[in-house]
T-cell receptor
Framework: IAGITQAPTSQILAAGRRMTLRCTQD?????MYWYRQDLGLGLRLIHY???????GKGEVPDGYSVSRANTDDFPLTLASAVPSQTSVYFC??????????????FGPGTRLTVL | GQNIDQPTEMTATEGAIVQINCTYQ??????LFWYQQHAGEAPTFLSY??LDGLEEKGRFSSFLSRSKGYSYLLLKELQMKDSASYLC??????????WGAGTKLIIKP
């Protein structure tokens, strides 16, 4: 059982290019999340999905889009990358959303550098 | 606004005890989480508190005071492998996690 996988592990991208970060979970969790982590700042929520077919905006959604066609996959797309999107991106999932006990489990992260 | 405060860095000695504090201000409250994150790795879940009091789990304990908006993580019998960042996160009324910037814990022999 892999839990949550993310791809790629790291990527260097030219500004203006389009990029999709992949996230797959095999825990049959309903809820999935995308965060970015920057030095000196807490994890910031980009987008989330409470269940397949639905998505919502987090704290910092601008420049990013997501889709949730099925339970397992939750890709994050940068339509036109900018240097300020240089960060470590974590995908996470929880069994459900809307309960205080919904522990989030994290993937290994994608380190993205936009030049 | 919503805010989580925790110290940026702490240093402790192997075998000792360390307490990492966290204060929070959120719109509504549905619990307080602590995660551990080793350098270059993903955060991993340590504890969850929603009621006032102390929750003990082996060498790690977590405390919550809802009236004070305060929590701490207590680590006993420190080991070198405990060197990591410890992230405090409060769940708001929308069941979203609001994260602190993390406390980097350095363990010295």
């Amino acid at each position: 059982i892999a839990g949550i996988t993310q791809a790629p592990t790291s990527q260097i991208l030219a500004a203006g290019r389009r990029m999709t970060l992949r996230c797959t979970q095999d825990m049959r969790h309903n809820a999935m999340y995308w965060y970015r982590q920057d030095l000196g700042l807490g994890l910031r929520l980009i987008h989330y999905s409470n269940t397949a077919g639905t998505t919502g905006k987090g704290e910092v959604p601008d420049g990013y889009s997501v889709s949730r066609a099925n339970t397992d996959d939750f890709p994050l797309t940068l339509a036109s990358a900018v240097p300020s999107q240089t960060s470590v991106y974590f995908c996470a999932s929880s069994a459900t959303s809307g309960r205080g006990t919904d522990t989030q489990y994290f993937g290994p992260g994608t380190r993205l550098t936009v030049l | 606004g919503q805010n989580i405060d925790q110290p940026t860095e702490m240093t402790a000695t192997e075998g000792a005890i360390v307490q990492i504090n966290c204060t929070y201000q959120t719109s509504g409250f549905n619990g307080l989480f602590w995660y551990q994150q080793h350098a270059g790795e993903a955060p991993t879940f340590l504890s969850y508190n929603v009621l006032d009091g102390l929750e003990e789990k082996g060498r790690f304990s977590s405390f919550l005071s809802r009236s004070k908006g305060y929590s701490y993580l207590l680590l006993k019998e420190l080991q070198m492998k405990d060197s990591a960042s410890y992230l405090c996160a409060a769940m708001d009324s929308n069941y979203q996690l609001i994260w602190g910037a993390g406390t980097k814990l350095i363990i010295k022999p």
